[in-house]
């Protein structure tokens, strides 16, 4: 131990948390280590795959963390150009899956390419309002959404409707903090009323069930609506403490499906019941505040609108997630953001954190 130098590895250490946002870390930290406990009662032989999965989002956050947000700037239109190629690809090559094309097969791996959208359009669309900052006109809001639009469609051909909803909504956040107008927000409104005839006739047949399912779960109890039914009797199962870690019927016994993806929330639900929820839902809701902290002291336009941006995806995410699994929204498959099993998903969370560590670190320069 004689000379070893001590200063060289705080140096080191230094570096290497020097881009991390501690409050922000620390949350993230917590609510990982609930994905892990959870992951290790609802799908055991799943856990070293997502620890796998986590080490993997972990380094990229780190990574995109030390990226000043002015040479991110430099990347949102390839990004977005290359989002928009793949989900092309995807449309003409990818594999079909339960109906549904989605997936890529690169070979040595396969890829979602619509995860990549809902870091690459608020991305893009960022970088569009700050080109046009000094002078925001109708028609930038019309470029806008048409920049939009384009992927949804895309998404939405696969068909993947829980993805679209969210690149929809990473987009629609961005547009709004630029300053949409209120009048043109009620006419979209009111629009989207009065087309809902039509957009039910586009609906594919399993997407028009799951929103009659919510209305009349009972209708196909074994059916359509074994879902919402297994996961209301898990989370009112739970009661105020749970039943315990690894001790929930419905989850142990096989009847509820997805319980490792999209229905985890009701696993955890049933084994800690409502005093469980509450620090999970507080969890998220300090997670989101440090969020908007950051949003709120950022330098530029461009990571303001990216910020905000990135901090609505996650409260869209849990708040769909939460509201499908507990019987109130449609079934749109949306997952519980850093809990449920997923790397594309996962890293595309943990990548809008190192993100918006890097607005952080970087909010007091002067950005040109």
Not at 291 to 297: C, E, P, Q, R, V
């Amino acid at each position: 131990m004689n000379g070893f130098n001590f200063s060289i590895v705080r140096k080191y250490w230094e570096r290497l948390i020097a881009p991390i946002d501690g409050p922000l870390m620390v949350i993230t930290a917590m609510l990982l280590l609930l994905a892990t406990g959870i992951m290790s009662s609802a799908s055991p032989e799943r856990l070293g795959a997502q620890l796998l999965n986590i080490c993997v989002a972990l380094t990229v956050m780190r990574f995109l963390a030390q990226v000043p947000p002015q040479r991110l700037m430099r990347f949102a239109i390839p990004i977005y150009v290359l989002g928009i190629l793949l989900l092309i690809a995807v449309a003409l090559f990818g594999d079909v899956a339960k109906g549904a094309r989605r997936w890529l097969n690169l070979g040595l791996m396969r890829v979602q390419p619509s995860e990549l959208m809902k870091i690459a359009m608020p991305l893009m669309l960022a970088w569009f309002f700050q080109r046009h900052e000094a002078m925001l006109r109708m028609r930038d809001f019309a470029v806008a959404a048409i920049l939009l639009l384009l992927p949804i469609a895309l998404i939405a051909r696969q068909p993947d409707l829980g993805t679209a909803i969210l690149v929809l909504a990473a987009g629609f956040y961005v547009i709004f903090f630029a300053g949409l107008p209120w009048k043109i927000i009620v006419a979209m409104i009111v629009a989207a009323v009065g087309s809902a005839p039509i957009a039910w006739s586009l609906l594919h047949d399993y997407q028009r069930a799951r929103i009659l399912t919510l209305l009349d779960p009972e209708k196909d109890p074994l059916g359509k609506g074994f879902h919402i039914i297994q996961s209301t009797i898990a989370i009112g199962s739970g009661g105020v403490l749970g039943k315990g870690w690894r001790e929930g019927t419905q989850a142990q016994l096989d009847f509820l499906p997805e319980r490792h993806t999209d229905f985890i929330f009701a696993v955890f639900s049933e084994e800690f019941g409502l005093l469980g929820n509450l620090l999970l839902v507080t969890l998220y809701a300090l997670l989101i505040g440090r969020m908007l902290m950051i949003a709120a002291n950022a330098a530029t336009l461009f990571s303001r609108l990216l910020a905000g941006a990135i901090t609505m995806i996650f409260f869209t995410y849990a708040f769909v997630n939460m509201g499908m699994v507990s019987g109130i929204l449609p079934v749109v498959g949306v997952p519980l953001p850093l809990i449920s099993y997923g790397g594309t998903a996962l890293v595309t969370l943990l990548s809008g954190i190192g993100i918006l560590m890097s607005i952080h670190k970087n909010r007091m320069l002067v950005q040109k």
